[in-house]
């Protein structure tokens, strides 16, 4: 209750405000709220069990997405069935770990798994090489082999860090992603692109690496705060922009406060399109640069405030926003920035387009002398478009995005 308190006191508060109410729930949660979710999670476990989802992925490895509520409780069965490992090494950060840490631990011994856990501080920060380090050291002591996995609990960064790790630690072995963000459910645990940031740039120390499942269960979204459901509806979002025009309908009847009610809808329609983009080009040369729709200035723009002032999914949004404002009907800008608008996510940043544009060098999409960048000029299609690199410089520059 005093959960939901805080929680109700926040919309009042600035964001700058709100990352210290943010800390307080965090610490109320970590000394007293173990069993509460617990308990909750137990009960919708039973009362939800027979609507579960199962989405399969066909790539280079075939493998399913769980959704459902109550599902965290059960990981070591699901686990068991996709995997013949002794040990599990489970990845987190310290906001997730306190409060689903015990419950899939709980659940991984109980199926036999030999457990061991790492947890690292919460944060874009964390997705480094000197965090990957650590993991790797943590997995070499605890005797860890090619046999043995990994499970990824958390959002994102937890999703991507542990990925490469699974992908490059003896050159490679099984992962498991528990996806407790919305971003992470949505987007970031399914199609296997797993990465570090370097200070040059976003993800530029990446790989591709299926996991062998993803556990999706929607009861985490209960404790994620308000600031990062914004950010995963950055990306949910995209998703309307670039395949579903009528996800992108239903996103516009709905707000930041309301949207939890069609939650079971969306995030499953999500995984479906990136499963579907995913298996048409798993290894990113054409169709999948969709899925960059708002990225090649929002990753610009995370860096350009050194990944502290806006979370990923808000980057994006405003990168979304500001390409279509360079290059779409002002009624199609005005559509989009009126959805991203209601949910808290920013439609442009204080950045001169000038100042960002040098950092979109570093794009993966980048080849050669040319760049490639998304342009949806009609809700649910994209179009991937090249330019030199000079010229976008020159063009957005000049743009007064
Ligand atoms: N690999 C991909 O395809 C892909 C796709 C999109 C984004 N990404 C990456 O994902 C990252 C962003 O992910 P994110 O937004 O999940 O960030 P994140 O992992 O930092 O999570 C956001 C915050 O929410 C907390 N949190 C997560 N789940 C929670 C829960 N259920 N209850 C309470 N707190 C919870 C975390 O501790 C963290 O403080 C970025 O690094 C981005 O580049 C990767
Ligand atoms: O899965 C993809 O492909 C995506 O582009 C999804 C993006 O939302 C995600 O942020 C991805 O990590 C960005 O890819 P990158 O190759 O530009 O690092
Ligand atoms: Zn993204």
């Known amino acids: 209750m005093v959960y939901n308190l805080l929680l109700k006191r926040k919309r ?3 964001i700058i405000k709100y990352e210290n109410l943010f800390e307080d729930v965090y610490a109320f949660r970590a000394c007293h709220a173990s069993e509460h979710v617990r308990c909750r999670t137990g009960f919708r476990l039973q009362r939800e069990e027979n609507t579960m989802k199962t989405i399969t992925v066909h790539a280079s490895q075939t493998y399913p997405i769980w959704i459902g509520r109550g599902l965290l409780g059960q990981c070591g069965t699901y686990l068991k069935q996709q995997t013949k490992a002794q040990t599990a090494a489970v990845i987190t950060d310290d906001h997730v770990d306190c409060y689903y840490g015990d419950i899939v631990t709980k659940s991984l011994e109980e199926n036999g798994f030999r457990t061991i856990k790492f947890v690292f501080p919460h944060g874009e920060a ?34 991507d860090i542990t990925g490469f790790a699974a992908a490059t630690y003896l050159r490679g072995l099984d992962y498991l992603q528990i996806p407790t963000s919305l971003l992470a459910q949505v987007d970031s645990s ?19 690496k299926q996991p062998v499942a993803v556990l999706c269960d929607l009861d985490t979204l209960h404790t994620l705060p308000k600031l990062f459901l914004a950010d995963g509806m950055g990306e949910v979002i995209k998703y309307g922009m670039i395949r579903d025009e009528k996800l992108f309908t239903l996103l516009e009847q709905h707000t930041l406060e309301t949207v939890s ?23 990113d040369t054409g169709e999948r640069m969709i899925l960059n729709f708002g990225h090649t200035l929002g990753h610009a723009v995370e860096s350009y405030y050194h990944y502290e002032t806006y979370t990923h999914g808000s980057a994006v949004a405003a990168g979304m926003c500001m390409m279509t404002k360079a290059t779409c009907t002002p009624e199609l800008y005005v559509r989009l920035c009126d959805c991203v608008k209601a949910y808290d996510l920013p ?7 000038a100042e960002l544009v040098p950092l979109c060098g570093n794009d993966k999409k980048r080849a050669s002398a040319s760049l490639r960048f ?14 030199p690199f000079t010229e976008f410089a020159a063009w957005m520059g000049g743009v007064d995005a």
Do not use: W
């Open 12 to 14: 009042i508060f600035s």
């Open 126 to 159: 964390s997705k480094c090489s000197k965090t990957l380090n650590q993991i790797y050291d943590f997995l070499c002591e605890n005797n860890i082999t090619r046999t043995d996995c990994l499970v990824a609990l958390g959002g994102g960064v937890v999703g």
């Open 190 to 208: 399914v199609g296997g692109k797993t990465a570090i940031d370097l200070t040059g740039g976003k993800n530029l120390v990446g790989a591709f």
């Open 261 to 283: 009610e069609v939650m079971d809808e969306i995030v499953p329609t999500c995984i479906d399109i990136k499963r579907d983009v995913v298996e048409h080009d798993e290894f």
């Open 347 to 353: 439609t442009e940043v204080d950045a001169p387009v």
């Open 374 to 387: 998304i342009v949806c000029e009609t809700i649910g299609k994209a179009e991937i478009r090249s330019m």
